[in-house]
């Protein structure tokens, strides 16, 4: 199969064999539809311990959660879906969080990137930032703090998601 998708009657597979519906309705993209999707979060961090707690409390708050514990296996989690914001580990076994960040720069255009660390180095901080981070955390996390910055950048994401739509279809 050559291309990247098949499209089966209201639905597709997409390229990692996952069938998807196909919303053929006019306000799919409505305002509506937009604010009441779950938002999705990708947490990479080679600490199981560490992104069970993350994932619990992220669960609790109303967030679709996915894992990774290597970059390899986030990059996987990437190329098929979409993520509204991900948690990134500095320090992963196989690649940086920095490299990471540059190698989905392009597929997760619109996805919010915060890394998080142990090593809170200037360089480490630049580097996570010139790759596309839109936040940089220091290890131990407070939850309290976390959940904060998540819903802080995901209500503008939201808003500016709102805006272009709105604008769109004015055109």
């Known amino acids: 199969m050559s291309s990247q998708k098949l499209i089966i009657g209201k639905s597709t ?3 990692c064999g996952k069938k998807r519906k196909i919303n053929t309705s006019e306000d799919s993209t409505s305002e509506a539809n ?3 999707t779950k938002k999705k979060i990708l947490l990479v961090d080679d600490d199981p311990s560490l992104s ?3 994932k619990t409390i992220l669960q609790n708050q109303g967030y679709a959660v996915d894992t990774a514990e290597t970059g390899k296996e986030a990059l996987e989690r990437f190329q098929c879906n979409f993520y509204d914001l991900a948690l990134i580990d500095m320090k992963l076994p196989d690649i940086s969080g920095a490299d990471l960040l540059s190698m989905v720069c392009d597929s997760a255009k619109n996805t919010i990137k915060i890394v998080i660390t142990g090593y809170p180095t200037s360089e480490n ?3 996570s930032f010139k790759n596309g981070a839109n936040d940089f955390l220091v290890k131990p996390i407070n939850p309290e703090r976390l959940l904060e910055i998540i819903r802080n950048k995901l209500k503008k994401q939201s808003l500016s998601q709102r805006d ?3 604008s769109a279809n004015r055109r």
């Open 13 to 15: 597979l997409d390229k």
């Open 34 to 36: 937009l604010m009441e």
């Open 52 to 54: 069970k707690i993350l």
């Open 125 to 127: 901080k630049e580097k």
């Open 164 to 166: 272009w739509y709105s």
